[in-house]
């Protein structure tokens, strides 16, 4: 019981990670009807921006408390990640608004190889270590241990979602976003800036992954240039999952996500686990009897099950669990 | 260490190429000057060839294996010695390879052209794999000091040598080691599915299972693995007493990281691909106490009269393959006197019966031209230091303080 308890908490701090970037995914594509598959990149960028000043800042011995510093990293970060999303809306993307669904789907993939290797020109193609500075308490509750890391991403992931829902339900900024996602000519027509929301969009993503970026960096200890890539198409997943364009969906579709992945993970070994049957032949029970396993999948398939997913959403529910409005958009 | 050191030793190994690839040019105009082997002083020139990274990320590796190498001629020169008749006097013919595997052949070109006696080198195996197939054409013995991928002599090259151990033999030796000092009863065997990881993790998983040991299902995450949490929540529910990993520092950081957030008691052991100071920053605190081996055995520990003449000619102490190196260099040079001929063809049997006490131990070639016995060391992180805590060597356990006083003796 303590393990799947463990495997719940495993989940759940994956999936608030997962639910933080795909709410980039989806607020863009709620938008625009863009998937931005350089948002994985946001993220990374947003770590290593991060990993750079807290780095700088520990190793200069400014005797500032440590926290501080982490806030710091975090402070440097969201702005530079607000920057990089602002600029490649503004590049590459306005200049696309009237062509054809595919060309600016291609060109976000490009701004992501783009991006991948700048970061690895600046921050070099070794894995970096992220530096870990705050204490890290370990809980024990019911026999699962999380730790102030686990809480504090979390905590904060929650406070994000928030956040978000109160800046697009309560908001002037808001209405001009739902606005705009309705039907942008017609919102244009009534004084809404679109430019200027679909750049706030962005912004907004951008600051959102960037926080990722941070708490992934320092949830693992280990930040490297292609981490953005996987990371990206998983909570990509989960915005479909959830149904893309759907606020409360991605992060119901990250949540879920990191449970599944979490779940998967510790359990496919048992569950193909060949020795359950085996009765079907004697070499098997040989085998079983020798080595007390046959796993036909293990946990190296934990990659598998966000994209399982993804495929089972498209073919069975491909407006997500909580998407409507599909049909002509998706 | 296949996968990341590799390419660095590549490198080195292609750098060392290049300077010799440069020094073998002004050395082939001054012999065309001198229109005869006949040279310095009237002692007929006898080039031995080196080639490692002189420029790049690992130019420090590949400056100490040849500092090796020169130690070595230098010493044989200062004896002066006579074979066939004629007295010798040895050149070294240093080249940069860049750790460049591409570089690798273009060097060993130019060893071959240069006619070069014997070569010592690559620094690395990505290098020195390409380089062998040159050599092996042109018949020129060449040992490695530094490459320990498997590859290099499962080739059928007869004229591939080294003095370090593989990377196959590290596998059995960590698992010896873990069930000699911590006698665990269930063992999780993880990798990161690569074929240096996969394929350590086998050698280990083999070993383990032949003393006894039972083997919780191999678990496997990618080489770009950073999140752990899920196998290591279920390996906690079978509460392993150790936990093997083969892979890279940046899965293997992170594994023990997570391992000791989760309250897992069990001890962490690695291969080399893991086996650095690095691991202290990507764990923090949670790497103290994990194990790790490396093929051949720690600078400190090559003999004394060796680090002594080192530190006296160049001011330092080695830092990890000059005694490997300067060995390698001194059985070509003790194969040239025992058959009297400077000829590789000639030459080349005694070197495969080679029985040498070198600064790393006894020295003696299989079939292959592995070296037979070869150590494994096993390291300790120790208050965020890897420090080595024993050798192993043909099965047995030997405490380092144990073998190094050995070797100083």
Request: net charge neutral.
């Amino acid at each position: 019981m303590d393990v799947f308890l463990q495997q719940i908490v495993n989940g759940l701090t994956l999936g608030s990670i997962y639910a933080i970037v795909a709410l980039g995914y989806t607020m863009v594509y709620g938008i625009v009807q863009l998937i931005n598959f350089a948002h994985g990149e946001v993220v990374m960028i947003g770590a290593m921006v991060a990993l750079t000043v807290i780095g700088s800042l520990a190793g200069a011995n400014t005797g500032m408390p440590p926290i501080v510093i982490v806030l710091a990293g975090i402070a440097c970060a969201v702005p530079v990640c607000m920057v990089v999303g602002f600029t490649m809306e503004r590049v590459a993307y306005r200049p696309l608004r009237g062509a054809p669904r595919l060309a600016p789907l291609i060109t976000a993939i490009g701004i992501s190889i783009i991006l991948q290797h700048l970061a690895m020109l600046i921050w070099s193609r070794n894995p970096l270590s992220f530096p870990q500075i705050i204490p890290n308490p370990v809980f024990e509750i019911a026999g699962a241990s999380i730790t102030g890391v686990q809480i504090a991403i979390i905590g904060l992931s929650a406070l994000m979602m928030l956040g978000l829902t109160a800046l697009v339900y309560r908001t002037r900024l808001g209405v001009a976003m739902r606005a705009t996602s309705e039907n942008p000519q017609v919102a244009g027509l009534m004084g809404v800036n679109i430019n200027r929301v679909i750049s706030s969009t962005f912004v907004i993503g951008a600051g959102l992954g960037a926080v990722a970026g941070v708490m992934v960096g320092t949830y693992y200890g280990i930040a490297h240039y292609t981490m953005g890539a996987l990371l990206g198409l998983k909570a990509f997943s989960a915005a479909v999952l959830g149904g893309i364009g759907n606020l409360a969906g991605a992060m119901l579709g990250g949540i879920l996500l990191g449970l599944v992945e979490a779940l998967g993970a510790g359990y496919i070994g048992e569950f193909t686990d060949l020795c359950h049957v085996s009765w079907i032949s004697s070499g098997l029970a040989e085998r079983c009897a020798r080595d007390g396993h046959v796993v036909l999948m293990g946990s190296n398939y934990q990659d598998v099950f966000a994209f399982l997913v993804l495929i089972a959403v498209l073919v069975f529910r491909p407006s997500g669990l909580l998407g409507e409005r599909v049909g002509d958009r998706a | 260490m296949q996968l990341s050191r590799a390419p660095a030793r590549l490198r080195s190994v292609a750098l060392i190429f290049a300077v010799l690839a440069l020094a073998a040019c002004g050395k082939q105009e001054e012999a065309a000057k001198s229109a005869a082997p006949a040279a310095a002083g009237g002692a007929t020139v006898v080039k031995i060839g080196h080639a490692a990274p002189l420029t790049g990320g690992i130019a420090h590796l590949g400056k100490d294996n040849e500092a090796g190498v020169r130690l070595a001629i230098d010493e044989a020169n200062a004896k002066g010695m006579t074979i066939g008749g004629a007295k010798i006097h040895f050149e070294m013919m240093s080249e940069d390879d860049e750790g460049n595997p591409t570089k690798g052949p273009i060097i060993a070109q130019k060893f071959a052209d240069a006619k070069v006696a014997g070569v010592v080198g690559h620094l690395n195996s990505g290098v020195t794999i390409p380089a062998s197939a040159v050599y092996n054409t042109a018949g020129i013995p060449m040992i490695s000091g530094s490459a320990t991928n498997p590859k290099l002599t499962e080739q059928g090259f007869a004229v591939t040598f080294r003095t370090v151990g593989r990377d196959d033999q590290q596998g059995p030796a960590i698992a010896s080691y873990l069930v000699s000092q911590f006698k665990p009863k269930v063992v999780a065997v993880v990798d990161d599915a690569t074929s240096y990881g996969e394929g350590l993790a086998n050698e280990v998983e083999k070993t383990l299972k032949a003393a006894g040991v039972t083997v919780l299902a191999r678990e496997k995450g990618t080489d770009k693995t950073a999140d752990w949490k899920a196998i290591l929540t279920k390996l906690k529910g079978k509460k392993p007493d150790a936990i093997f990993y083969g892979g890279m520092d940046s899965g293997g950081g992170p594994l023990v990281k997570q391992g000791r957030e989760l309250g897992l008691k069990a001890v962490f052991a690695f291969g080399d691909g893991a086996c650095s100071d690095k691991m202290k920053e990507l764990a923090g605190d949670a790497s103290e106490g994990m194990v790790c081996s490396q093929a051949g055995i720690p600078a400190q520990a090559a003999s004394k009269p060796f680090i002594d003449a080192f530190k006296a000619k160049f001011g330092s102490d080695p830092i990890i393959y000059a005694p490997f190196t300067y060995d390698a260099a001194n059985l070509i040079i003790a194969a040239m006197q025992k058959v009297d001929s400077v000829d590789p063809a000639k030459y080349l049997p005694a070197l495969k019966a080679s029985s040498f006490d070198g600064a790393s131990g006894h020295i003696e070639f299989d079939e292959k031209g592995d070296r037979k016995d070869a150590e494994i060391t096993i390291f300790a992180m120790k208050e965020g230091k890897i420090v080595p805590v024993a050798i192993i060597k043909a099965g047995k356990t030997i405490p380092f303080e144990e073998f190094a006083k050995g070797a100083g003796a």
